[in-house]
């Protein structure tokens, strides 16, 4: 009986997870720098509702919009 995935399929699928996981540390790294959601999509190129899952599954808090750093106008 023939396997029901190849060795390259296999490969396919362990870049996919690697890719995943520096997905997941960059965005959790942004967001410890106080990088609002919003932001951190358009810069990774992922939904924002993405982001948040990505925080959400990894027991992050998410911050209200009033939390965090005011900008400082001139």
Known sequence: QK???SKKQGTKETNRLMERKSLV???MQMYSEYIKPADIAKAVGI????VRKILKE???YIRKSW???RKIRE
């Open 67 to 69: 939390e965090y750093p």
């Open 58 to 60: 990894n027991n992050v």
């Open 3 to 5: 396997p029901t995935h």
């Open 25 to 27: 540390e960059l965005v």
């Open 47 to 50: 939904n924002v509702d993405s």
